[in-house]
């Protein structure tokens, strides 16, 4: 089976975010970029695929994604067997324009299974899954917690989570596209020497991309940053000066009686 993993480099979340001069969007000049968290998951499941029988993982991501280099030499250090930059891209395609290039290269490669991330934090309509099977062709599957070889050869056995802890069991004819939102495990670590080994064996691969088309037709007039409501009061003195100062404030709003 070849399973291929889209990746995408997303702003790091913990890091403090600008507004671009016009507030169109962030500015990402210094801004550092991880792995997107849904597609760390979703590689994680292409690895425990591959482990429980006959499969090869493909990482691939976009030249438009900032330091995406760091995360396909992650990818390789946790068991994927290559890794692949896709040059061309343009500078940050949507959703829909990121869909159109992946089906046009994964037309050319072929895929058995495609699993990416359900979402990303920057993208405005988590729709890369079904974007992605609906421009190849294939069926797709989002919200996935698990997939795992078929009953009969040629299918997957997939489990889709729904609101309200619900969830069903699906079988899936290959090739399809899956959305992953969880792994059946915590992604796995990869040592920065293993990272650097990568790095020195050079195993990223280069392929270029046809430049997209059209685009999602969405489009941000304007962010605005959090406003700033209240300051927190820090209480200071002893436990029991504390705690009667907590009841006086309590007490003052209704939130307590006597």
Same mark, same amino acid.
């Given at each position: 089976?070849?399973? !291929? !993993? ?12 600008e507004l671009t001069s016009d507030g169109s969007g ?32 493909? =990482? ?7 330091? &995406? ?16 930059? %896709? ?27 495609? &699993?990416?991330? !359900? ?33 009969? =050869? ?8 729904? *609101? ?6 699906? *079988? ?5 596209? !899956? ?12 040592? &920065?020497?293993? &990272? ?21 037709? %969405? ?15 820090? %209480? ?18 209704? %939130?307590?009686?006597?």
């Amino acid at each position: 089976m070849r399973i !291929v !993993v889209p990746m995408k480099a997303v702003p790091d979340l913990v890091e403090e975010i600008e507004l671009t001069s016009d507030g169109s969007g962030i500015d990402r000049e210094y801004l550092k970029f991880v792995l997107n968290e849904w597609d760390d998951q979703a590689l994680e499941e292409a690895l425990l695929v591959k482990e429980a029988g006959d499969a090869e993982v493909i =990482a691939v991501g976009l030249d438009s994604d900032p330091d &995406i280099e760091q995360a396909l030499y992650a990818a390789l250090a946790k068991g994927a067997d290559k890794a692949v930059k %896709l040059t061309g891209a343009g500078e940050a395609p949507d959703t829909h324009a990121r869909a159109e290039m992946l089906a046009g290269w994964l037309g050319d490669q072929g895929a058995d299974l495609v &699993i990416t991330g !359900v979402q990303s934090p920057d993208d405005l309509d988590g729709q890369l899954p079904p974007a992605l099977g609906a421009r190849m062709g294939l069926p797709h599957v989002s919200v996935v917690t698990s997939i795992e070889a078929g009953a009969d =050869a040629g299918t997957v056995r997939v489990r889709q989570e729904f *609101s309200g802890g619900r969830s069903t069991e699906l *079988s899936v004819t290959l090739p399809a596209v !899956v959305g992953l939102q969880a792994a059946r495990q915590s992604p796995r670590y990869a040592p &920065i020497s293993r &990272i650097r080994q990568m790095m020195q064996a050079g195993g990223i691969e280069e392929a270029p991309l046809s430049p997209a088309s059209g685009t999602s037709g %969405l489009r941000v007039r304007r962010m605005y940053a959090p406003e700033s409501t209240g300051h927190a009061e820090m %209480l200071t003195g002893s436990p029991d000066e504390v705690a009667a100062k907590i009841v006086e404030l309590l007490s003052a709003r209704g %939130l307590v009686k006597g």
